[in-house]
């Protein structure tokens, strides 16, 4: 196991598509979190998971945004009828025990 | 009021001098404290943690943490310039409260370590 994996690396898509990344953790991390970044700013928090269970939903977060995380493995993220502000780098990280959080490489989101 | 704030910088020191990261908190409530790395293009990287009130070092790298005072700092000695990176502070609740899990970070100071 080599790290958190994030599947695309880059996604462009027209405004109102829906798109879908996914994330797979450290295999034995039970804690996976998603984050945003754009230029210039450190990673906001959308969402957290611990195993199967959504613990935790930004609460700036839009009703476009959906995570699931089944079985407590991969994750997926899925940003419903997409705007311009969506473009962003998407990051996902997990962690086994309260400490800090190992990041995937992200999916850099550009909505055209 | 952001929840973290750091001085965007860019902080820009000489080789082989210390380089001083600061950020402060405004959750009484944190109580956890990490230090991430983040080169330009790439995903953070944890450099070090810190709980308790006091210096941690790890290497070229001391955490210096100030619960009272509400601020965390990074200090960087014998700075070279392959630590030219964005700095990044995020700090996590303690035990309790559906805001345990979530590390809340600042927007980053950039660091330039020039020859």
């Known amino acids: 196991d080599t790290g958190v994996s994030q599947n695309p690396r880059h996604k462009i898509t027209k405004r109102g598509q829906n798109v879908t990344f996914r994330c797979d953790p450290i295999?034995?991390?039970?804690?996976l979190y998603w984050y945003r970044q754009t230029l210039g700013q450190g990673p906001e928090f959308l969402t957290y998971?611990?195993?199967?269970?959504?613990?935790?939903k930004s609460r700036l977060l839009s009703d476009r945004f959906s995570a699931e995380r089944p079985k407590g493995s991969f994750s997926t993220l899925e940003i419903q009828r997409t705007e311009q502000g969506d473009s962003a780098m998407y990051l996902c990280?997990?962690?086994?025990?309260?400490?800090?959080?190992?990041f995937g490489s992200g999916t850099r989101l550009t909505v055209v | 009021q952001k929840e973290v704030e750091q001085n965007s910088g860019p902080l820009s020191v000489p080789e082989g001098a210390i380089a001083s990261l600061n950020c402060t908190y405004s959750?009484?409530?944190?109580?956890?404290f990490f230090w991430y790395r983040q080169y330009s293009g790439k995903s953070p990287e944890l450099i070090m943690f810190?709980?308790?009130?006091g210096d941690k070092e790890d290497g070229r790298f001391t955490a210096q943490l100030n619960k009272a005072s509400q601020y965390v700092s990074l200090l960087i000695r014998d700075s070279q310039p392959s630590d030219s990176a964005t700095y990044l502070c995020?700090?996590?609740?303690?035990?309790?409260?559906?805001?345990?899990?979530?590390?809340?970070f600042g927007q980053g100071t950039i660091l330039t370590v020039h020859p």
């Open positions: 995020a700090v996590r609740r303690g035990a309790g409260g559906t805001s345990y899990g979530k590390l809340t």
């Open positions: 998971f611990q195993n199967e269970a959504q613990l935790e």
């Open positions: 959750d009484r409530g944190s109580q956890s």
């Open positions: 810190i709980y308790s009130n």
């Open positions: 295999s034995e991390h039970n804690r």
């Open positions: 990280a997990s962690s086994l025990s309260p400490g800090g959080c190992t």
